[in-house]
């Protein structure tokens, strides 16, 4: 079993930068692992996936050039690096894994089957 435990959210300016870091507990050496974001009424957003190695990485249109996701698998941690913020990135972040192989690209809510609860981002304008 895969425990996923967020945190780095925060009340944050316009143009500023966050980082996020996802522990795990349990081997996630081998998942692919992603940021997903859900802002109120909205639909859960994916944001960033990472494969196993961190060869493979894939971004949402609205984050890419200015988020980046990384990994340290010594550490059971996935990190999620948030540049040049926009009130509109304000959202719960959710960290999440995958037991699904290869390097192929997972961007749906289904394809995940760990998830943490999520930590808070807001951006002031």
């Known amino acids: 079993q895969v425990q996923l435990v967020e945190s780095g959210g925060g009340l944050l300016q316009a143009g500023d930068s966050l980082r996020l870091s996802c522990v795990a507990s349990g081997y996630i050496s081998s998942f692919a692992m992603a940021w997903f974001r859900q802002a109120p009424g909205k639909e859960r957003e994916f944001v960033a996936q990472?494969?196993?190695?961190?060869?493979?990485?894939y971004y949402g249109d609205s984050v890419l050039g200015r988020f980046t996701i990384s990994r340290d698998n010594a550490r059971n941690t996935v990190y999620l690096q948030m540049d040049r913020l926009e009130p509109e990135d304000t959202a719960l972040y959710y960290c999440?894994?995958?037991?699904?192989?290869?390097?192929?690209?997972?961007?749906?809510?289904?394809?995940?089957?760990?998830w943490g609860q999520g930590t808070l981002v807001t951006v002031s304008s």
């Open positions: 999440a894994a995958t037991t699904k192989g290869g390097s192929f690209y997972y961007p749906d809510v289904v394809d995940y089957d760990y």
């Open positions: 990472i494969n196993w190695s961190g060869g493979n990485i």
